[in-house]
């Protein structure tokens, strides 16, 4: 069993950032992928970006570039450093892990999700 916890949502102006982070608790040790998924208003939720525990990392292209997914081992936490932000980054951003699978396909736990809102 794990847990996770967000932190770092707010309002930010486009161009601006943002970091988020995802503390884990738990079976932490039996995780192989973990990241961010994030949901608009009336849209399907998306894989945003992933870490694995070899500390490969992955991106969706609509941010590659402009996000950076790290990890602290010695803190159990994930971060999403997000640069350049739009306006279409809008979302609810969620925490993800799974313990077998990259979470593009296949998710095990989630976070409570917290509210990123880029706007003027």
């Known amino acids: 069993q794990v847990q996770l916890v967000e932190s770092g949502g707010g309002l930010v102006q486009p161009g601006g950032s943002l970091r988020l982070s995802c503390a884990a608790s738990?079976?932490?040790?039996?995780?192989?992928?973990m990241g961010w998924y994030r949901q608009a208003p009336g849209k399907q939720r998306e894989w945003v970006a992933a870490?694995?525990?070899?500390?490969?990392?992955n991106y969706a292209v609509s941010v590659k570039g402009r996000f950076t997914i790290s990890r602290d081992n010695a803190r159990n936490t994930v971060s999403l450093q997000m640069n350049s932000l739009r306006p279409a980054d809008t979302a609810v951003y969620y925490c993800?892990?799974?313990?077998?699978?990259?979470?593009?396909?296949?998710?095990?736990?989630w976070g409570q999700g917290t509210q990123v809102t880029v706007s003027s």
């Open positions: 870490i694995t525990s070899g500390g490969g990392t």
């Open positions: 993800a892990a799974d313990r077998s699978t990259p979470i593009w396909l296949k998710v095990d736990y």
């Open positions: 738990g079976s932490i040790v039996s995780i192989n992928s």
